[in-house]
């Protein structure tokens, strides 16, 4: 079967299960249109064994949060965290960026296939050769591809990840996500205000607040609907509370889906929330032999890096500004 064909089933097949209709109790809450698919990837805690592996998908209910495993995830990069990833709409892949937990060590791309899960490492993010800890990707609806570190929005070069810094000082931003139905950029701060940002320019507006502590992340839905995820504070343990937003305008205030929960196995800790939105573009992947060069020289500089760096312990997750 094409292979684009075959993610594009199994995506179909996971948007059916994974967005059905739900409880009346949660007949209120925002919908996930049909034909989208909602998912998680992993951070591992020291204190829940029971979710060691790195870049673990799941794919998520998004009216119970019952979260499904999708493959094993990955050991090439010990115990890291993914950040916020992104779908390229133009090639029908996933984007991830693997950091450590404390964000001092350089920033890996990888590509992660949602029918499998299999994980693709890819290149170091650097700016003029220099490594910069990116947490949160956004692509746009042409497959131009961007990133923040924090406060400072970069464009990116999927294939070498190289940034190019784009504007001044941002408010500190952990979410980040295009509208589909509009093609603009929104990211979440860590105030939990959303933000529209010009991407050309790195120009920015203040959005309405979420009223929400501890967000870590954020997705846009085909029909413009909100998915955001943030940590429980409530317990030691680190896990991570699902929230439904009807749109960017936050007439209602959010509606709390529930925790991440894999059946039989616990509630994990995710600060990455990625959504496929529904028809897909069937534009063929492009072969990475057919750019000319060979992947393996970045694929081995990043495991080298992580081995050296990135396979740090993994604390209790505490960021500045939350």
């Known amino acids: 079967m094409n292979r684009n064909f075959a993610r594009l089933a199994a995506v179909s097949a996971a948007a059916l299960l994974l967005g059905g209709l739900g409880s009346a109790a949660a007949s209120a809450a925002t919908v996930l249109p049909e034909g989208d698919a909602l998912f998680a990837i992993s951070c591992p805690q020291d204190d829940q064994p029971a979710f060691p592996t790195s870049a673990q998908l799941w794919g998520v209910n998004a009216t119970t949060a019952v979260s499904t495993p999708i493959g094993s995830g990955t050991g090439d990069f010990g115990t890291v965290c993914a950040g916020q990833p992104a779908w390229n709409p133009l090639t029908n892949t996933a984007w991830v960026i693997l950091l450590t937990d404390e964000h001092d060590e350089p920033s890996v791309l990888a590509q992660i296939d949602v029918a499998t899960g299999a994980v693709t490492p890819g290149a170091l993010l650097l700016d003029d050769g220099e490594p910069v800890p990116v947490a949160s990707l956004a692509i746009g609806l042409d497959g131009a591809a961007y990133a923040i570190s924090y406060t400072q929005l970069y464009s990116v070069d999927l294939e070498t990840g190289e940034l190019t810094a784009i504007g001044d000082t941002l408010p500190t931003i952990y979410g980040f996500s295009v509208d589909p ?25 203040f959005g309405p607040p979420l009223e929400l502590a501890g967000l870590y992340g954020f997705q846009i839905d085909s029909a413009g609907g909100l998915w955001v995820i ?93």
Request: zero cysteines.
């Open 181 to 205: 139905t509009t093609g603009k950029f929104w990211a979440l701060a860590a105030s939990s205000d959303l933000i529209e940002i010009d991407v050309t320019t790195g120009d920015f507006s």
């Open 230 to 322: 943030g940590v429980n504070d409530d317990d030691p343990t680190l896990r991570t509370q699902l929230y439904s937003v009807s749109s960017l305008a936050v007439e209602e205030p959010p509606t709390a889906v529930g925790l991440l929960t894999v059946t039989d196995v616990g509630q994990p800790f995710s600060q990455a929330v990625l959504l496929v939105p529904g028809a897909p573009s069937l534009t063929p992947e492009p072969s990475l032999a057919a750019t000319g060069s060979s992947p393996a020289p970045l694929i081995a500089a990043g495991l080298l890096l992580v081995a050296g760096g990135l396979a740090l312990a993994v604390t209790r997750r505490v960021r500045t500004g939350r």
